[in-house]
T-cell receptor, first 113, second 110 residues
Framework: DTAVSQTPKYLVTQMGNDKSIKCEQN?????MYWYKQDSKKFLKIMFS???????INETVPNRFSPKSPDKAHLNLHINSLELGDSAVYFC????????????FGNGTRLTVT | DAKTTQPPSMDCAEGRAANLPCNHS???????VYWYRQIHSQGPQYIIH???NNETNEMASLIITEDRKSSTLILPHATLRDTAVYYC???????????FGTGTLLAVQP
């Protein structure tokens, strides 16, 4: 009964490859997010979608493209992976866009070699 | 969004109350004070939030000063499983983004 689930949990790939991370929430929330946690443990917001519409895009490189086929899913596709993309990526969801607690998944650890 | 300041680390004896401080002197009137924690290798977990009044739930209590420039998260009876990084955030301002700082690493000692 995982509320926010991400797959895969671990992803190891080489520079230049394209990869996707999937996220699904079964909480009925309208808003979903992607966060990145780097090696220094800073958590930074990347994107926010509300009912499949992009709300926040934090000047993330164009190589990162979120896709929301429906409001329960927000996938993250990354093109031409670079060493600096290595991080833990967290998906989250919340009931409405403003001031609601976020529920986070357990992260996808991406390692680019 | 409010900039928050927290001590980098704290220790607490198991079974005792853990009081985690946070300064948020730039918080705006419509921003809530939120607390999350991140246990090693897991996603951040929501704990509690408040605007002006003190709040309590099954996890913790939140004490907000009258001028709203600081707050304290209280874990009444800390256990080893409460060892985590605790984040204090201002949320709900103009940009409406949950922005995490460096947090406080709480180490609960047996």
């Amino acid at each position: 009964d995982t509320a926010v689930s991400q797959t895969p949990k671990y992803l190891v790939t080489q520079m230049g490859n394209d990869k996707s991370i999937k996220c699904e929430q079964n909480l009925g929330h309208d808003t979903m997010y992607w966060y990145k946690q780097d090696s220094k443990k800073f958590l930074k917001i990347m994107f926010s979608y509300n009912n499949k519409e992009l709300i926040i895009n934090e000047t993330v490189p164009n190589r990162f493209s979120p896709k929301s086929p429906d409001k329960a899913h927000l996938n993250l596709h990354i093109n031409s992976l670079e060493l600096g993309d290595s991080a833990v990526y967290f998906c989250a969801s919340s009931p409405i866009h403003e001031k609601s607690p976020l529920h986070f998944g357990n992260g996808t650890r991406l390692t680019v070699t | 969004d409010a900039k928050t300041t927290q001590p980098p680390s704290m220790d607490c004896a198991e079974g005792r109350a853990a009081n985690l401080p946070c300064n948020h002197s730039t918080i705006s009137g419509n921003e809530y004070v939120y607390w999350y924690r991140q246990i090693h290798s897991q996603g951040p977990q929501y704990i509690i939030h408040g605007l002006k009044n003190n709040e309590t739930n099954e996890m913790a209590s939140l004490i907000i000063t009258e001028d709203r420039k600081s707050s304290t998260l209280i874990l009444p009876h800390a256990t080893l499983r409460d060892t985590a990084v605790y984040y204090c955030l201002g949320y709900g301002g103009a940009t409406n983004k949950l922005i995490f700082g460096t947090g406080t690493l709480l180490a609960v000692q047996p």
